[in-house]
């Protein structure tokens, strides 16, 4: 299975983006799916994640409100719908699958996703 993430640019402040990750190789509707970023110089974190049904989402307390994760299971594809911007936005983001078949606890954790897209770079503009 690969995942390819797109729709990064350039972005003032308070703008907004949709990313979108296709996913190919098996149909992946029963596992979880994420979004990661990671900034210059800082750790890979946590964004979004949403179940292997779709019902059921979660973010990260600095996107809540902002950000909205979805998934296309007939499509196969994961989005990020970003929006209200800030420059502390600005990072690669990397959407990830759940290696558990309809696995949905610690999905705000890294070493639960075993295969990554190559990511997309955001970058917000003050």
């Known amino acids: 299975v690969q995942l390819q993430a797109s729709g990064g640019g350039v972005v003032q402040a308070g703008g907004s983006l949709h990313l979108s990750c296709v996913i190919s190789?098996?149909?992946?509707?029963?596992?979880?799916l994420g979004w990661f970023r990671q900034a210059p110089g800082k750790e890979r974190e946590f964004v979004a994640a949403?179940?292997?049904?779709?019902?059921?989402?979660f973010y990260a307390d600095s996107v809540k409100g902002r950000f909205a994760i979805s998934r296309d299971n007939v499509g196969n594809s994961l989005h990020l719908q970003m929006n209200s911007l800030e420059p502390e936005d600005t990072a690669v983001y990397y959407c990830?699958?759940?290696?558990?078949?309809?696995?949905?606890?610690?999905?705000?954790?890294?070493?639960?996703?075993?295969?990554w897209g190559q990511g997309t770079l955001v970058t917000v503009s003050s």
């Open positions: 990830a699958l759940d290696g558990r078949h309809m696995g949905w606890s610690r999905n705000d954790r890294a070493e639960v996703y075993t295969t």
């Open positions: 190789g098996r149909a992946v509707v029963y596992n979880a």
């Open positions: 949403i179940n292997w049904i779709g019902t059921s989402k």
